[in-house]
């Protein structure tokens, strides 16, 4: 980065500050992840000159062929790769993607069910002061208070009265896997279109270690980072028949040039995921997840849902008597990262809220297992117990440090 060095350097000093916070901590925030060098590459590359809107073979500007080539790549990969009948790759991210759904498919009013956001569910999914909880009817399921599960019969029981034009599945802070087929089943009875958001669990259903909803969902959506572990953007999968009006949606309804150099470094990451090693990684995921939330059950954690079925764990610290925020900030401190996140019927706020979120795709792709997993645990638990002693979490900084050294960042050298 030595142009960026001569040229500005403040902007240098701070690249060159986070290179290091990631080299020496732990990510555990389950929506990040570290891409290959060969994506950053693409994501840094002469692409981000190119204005290209439109589609491959229909643009408004000359001098597209490369960019056709490149997009044309990316959409069979990501075709194959999930099987899906088409795909729409120029999506910046998740929430206009969701959004370009929304738009597409509903008219401004129509009922739409969707998780509750301290449920799990995401801001798209009808958070009253979102754009979805604004301009549609959202009504929201929620999870039980005793299992902290989605009950499916209360689902149904939900569409049956409501009868919504659209049923919206997936999660950001929910820990089990989806039930896509009873979702379907709930949707034909009731006549309405459905929307898998697979963001946080793409990779993971790529590579086989969880069901794919895209034989059973009208509309499937993921962002290309997290568990995919590709650059910041999404994709929308969709069958044949909503092919058109997704597109026209995307383009010119919510968007204009697509970003080229994002777009290739999806294809990349698409072909990245189709690899052996790939499915061995996600495996690891699920298996450091599930040893890290085991391990942290024995710390005395109460952990939502009691577990996790997936890459993500949603911990409630009442017990502890350390709210979410302080827990987060702390942590910080000693170079673990996570999240503060409401859990299912919080009495705290969204801000300062009762719990922890926290998972494994980043720490797996460095190459981090279950002893690491061990390790993490007994540091945050070290933490939470000592939540107000500096001298202790100066002594966890270190060992966190000297363990992360020697498991390397993609793309990062110290």
Request: proline fraction near 5%; charged fraction near 25%; hydrophobic fraction near 35%.
């Amino acid at each position: 980065m030595s142009k960026i060095q001569d040229q500005d350097p403040a902007i240098y000093q701070a690249i060159e500050r986070e290179k290091r916070r990631q080299a020496e901590g732990i990510e555990l925030i389950p929506s990040e992840n570290y891409t290959s060098e060969a994506v950053m590459e693409a994501c840094g590359s002469i692409l981000t000159n190119k204005y290209s809107e439109g589609y491959p073979g229909k643009r408004y500007y000359g001098g597209q062929e490369n960019i056709d080539t490149i997009e044309n790549i990316a959409i069979e990969r990501a075709k194959k790769l999930f099987g899906a009948e088409h795909a729409n790759v120029q999506p910046y991210s998740g929430s206009p993607a969701n959004t370009a759904i929304y738009f597409a498919l509903l008219q401004f009013g129509d009922t739409v069910m969707g998780l509750k956001l301290d449920h799990g569910g995401h801001i798209t999914h009808g958070l009253p002061i979102s754009f979805s909880g604004r301009a549609y009817r959202f009504v929201q399921y929620e999870v039980e208070k005793e299992t902290g599960r989605i009950n499916m019969e209360k689902v149904r029981e939900l569409a049956l009265a409501n009868k919504p034009k659209m049923i919206v599945a997936g999660f950001t802070a929910y820990p089990r896997d989806i039930e896509w087929k009873k979702f379907k089943e709930i949707a034909d009875e009731v006549g309405a279109i459905t929307v898998a958001d697979i963001s946080h669990t793409a990779g993971l259903i790529a590579a086989g270690e969880l069901e794919s909803p895209v034989p059973y969902f009208d509309v499937v959506m993921t962002t290309t980072h997290k568990t995919l572990r590709g650059p910041r953007g999404a994709m929308i999968l969709c069958k044949q028949k909503y092919a058109q009006a997704i597109d026209k949606a995307v383009f010119p309804g919510l968007q204009g040039g697509p970003h080229d150099h994002i777009i290739a470094g999806k294809a990349i990451a698409f072909e990245e995921a189709m690899q052996p090693a790939f499915k061995e990684y996600a495996k690891q995921i699920k298996k450091n997840a599930n040893h890290l939330a085991e391990e942290l059950k024995k710390h005395g954690f109460n952990l939502v849902s009691g577990g996790t079925d997936t890459h993500l764990i949603l911990a409630d610290l009442t017990s502890k008597n350390v709210p979410g925020k302080q827990a987060q900030n702390t942590l910080d401190t000693v170079g673990i990262t996570l999240n503060k996140n409401t859990v299912p019927f919080d009495t705290r706020s969204p801000m300062d809220p009762s719990g922890i979120r926290l998972g494994t795709p980043a720490v797996t792709t460095r190459g981090m297992k279950e002893p690491e997993m061990e390790r993490i645990a007994d540091w945050i638990d070290r933490v939470i117990s000592s939540i107000n002693d500096t001298a202790i979490h100066a002594k966890i900084k270190e060992e966190v440090k000297e363990m992360c050294l020697k498991f390397p960042v993609p793309g990062i050298k110290i």
